[in-house]
Nanobody, 124 residues
């Protein structure tokens, strides 16, 4: 059974940092492109960042470029998102997602497996 379990969310002040983690199991993690996707209150899904299976191809959504860093550890079956300079508009539920492909995928609909999400709230 495929499982993606996110952790690391919480309440942080504007300008602060958080590091999200996603533990993967039940599939060959090192063969799958991964991404982080978020959903703000009352809004649709927004693709945040993606990484290919080998970790050498990465891209970011315009709203987080320069502030967030995605990474993966294939030996540990883990995906990470380092979030710096957080803004109130970064508030939402953050999901880890896996695609049945090795190459980077840039669209929400291209991801097949999803975690339950972790809440990130940026507020003073």
């Amino acid at each position: 059974e495929v499982q993606l379990v996110e952790s690391g969310g919480g309440l942080v002040q504007p300008g602060g940092s958080l590091r999200l983690s996603c533990a993967a199991s039940g599939f060959a993690f090192s063969n799958n492109a991964m991404s982080w996707v978020r959903q703000a209150p009352g809004k649709g899904l927004e693709w945040v960042s993606g990484i290919n299976s080998g970790g050498d191809s990465i891209t970011y959504g315009d709203s987080v470029k320069g502030r967030f860093t995605i990474s993966r550890d294939n030996a540990k079956n883990m995906l990470y998102l380092q979030m710096n300079s957080l803004k109130p508009e970064d508030t939402g539920v953050y999901y880890c997602a896996a695609a049945q492909a090795m190459a980077l995928r840039r669209h929400v609909y291209e991801y097949d497996y999803w975690g339950q999400g972790t809440q990130v709230t940026v507020a003073s």
